[in-house]
Structure formats: C-alpha cells, structure tokens
C-alpha cells in the first residue's frame, strides 16, 4: 500500500475524494474501498468540479462508481447555444451546414465530431445574429412601422403608402411565425 501511495504522489495524481459508502467492495464481513477515481492535473483544471460517489451495493459485491464532472466554462457570460427550428426554413440553411460539415478537419473519430460540433455552432451562431438578429425587437420595430405606414396613409392615401401598409403588414406575420416557431 506504500508502493501505491508512493506512484500516486510521484505522478502527481490527485484523489478527489468521493461521498456514499466508505467501501467499494464487502464479502463475508470483509469491507475494502478498492474501486478509487484518480485524476491528473491537467483534468483538474480541464473540469472545474469531479464528483465521486459510491453507490450501494445491490447486486454484486462490488458498488459502482459515479463520476460526474463540470467542465470549466471558457465563455465570459456567452448564453448556450440554441438550436432555432425557424432556421430549417430558411432557404440558405441547409448549404450552409452542408457547407461547414464538408470541410476537413485534421482529426478523425469523436474528436473530429466534436471539432465540426463546436464550429458549426460558432458559424450558426453569427448566421443567426446577421440573418435573423432578435426576433421579438424585430417585432416590435415592424410594429411602429406598420404604425408610422398607417399614419403617413391617413395623411396621403397614396397608392404607394398603401403599399407600404402592406409590405409591413406582410413583414409583421412573417416575423411573428419566425417568433412562433422560435
């Protein structure tokens, strides 16, 4: 057991402690915690919070392990990303996935998933904010136009207000099924 402890302090490894049953293993009224979760440094700082847990032993002499991890947020407040149904309908969507997922990464199996993940989600993320921006902002901005269309229509009835009344009018329902998908 010193050889062990001994290995664990010579490459630094770090024990970060568990809750549940202080054993992992009981037969014949021998109890032993032999099962243990040991995590490096670079995982510490990778994963703000390791929790371990030992679960009862229902089955089989031995109890699970629960690890659950925090990852570390490198964001600065960035809310999560969202995927919005109202983008399937948008004509330029499809390519532009198609698009982003066709190029190559220098990886292969889940690290090249993940890779295409996270930047499929950075260019999504600026697609929606220059094609769509706010939605409910964009609502209430079309909502004073429509209103400022009726006014500048009450003062000229001109057939091209009243073309403008509709083309707002038009925007509006546009933008409120986006908001209802949303």
Same mark, same amino acid.
């Given at each position: 057991? =010193?050889?062990?402890?001994?290995? #664990?302090?010579?490459?630094? #490894?770090?024990?970060?402690?568990? /809750? ?14 032999? +099962? ?15 929790? =371990?847990?030992?679960?009862?032993? #229902? ?25 919005? !149904?109202? %983008?399937?309908?948008? &004509?330029?969507?499809? /390519?532009?996935?198609?698009?982003? %997922? ?31 921006? !706010?939605?409910? !902002?964009?609502?209430? +901005?079309? &909502? ?9 229509? &009450? &003062? ?9 009344? !509709?083309?707002? #009018? ?10 209802? =998908?949303?």
């Amino acid at each position: 057991m =010193v050889d062990f402890a001994e290995a #664990i302090e010579d490459c630094r #490894i770090l024990d970060p402690g568990f /809750d549940g049953s202080e054993f992992t293993w009981a037969k014949n009224g021998l109890f032993e915690r032999l +099962d243990r979760i040991l995590v490096n440094e670079r995982w510490a700082q990778t994963l703000e919070t390791t929790r =371990v847990t030992n679960l009862p032993r #229902i089955a089989s002499d031995h109890g699970p392990v629960l690890v659950r991890c925090k990852v570390t947020s490198n964001n600065s407040g960035d809310r999560p990303f969202r995927f919005q !149904n109202m %983008w399937v309908r948008h &004509e330029g969507f499809e /390519d532009l996935v198609r698009g982003d %997922w066709s190029q190559p990464t220098e990886s292969g199996g889940l690290l090249n998933f993940q890779i295409k993940l996270a930047r499929l989600k950075r260019i999504l993320k600026v697609w929606n904010k220059e094609t769509f921006g !706010n939605i409910h !902002n964009n609502l209430r +901005d079309m &909502e004073v136009k429509i209103a400022l269309a009726q006014s500048d229509f &009450e &003062e000229r009835p001109t057939p091209e207000n009243r073309t403008e009344i !509709n083309r707002c #009018i038009a925007e509006y329902i546009r933008l409120f099924k986006m908001e209802e =998908v949303f």
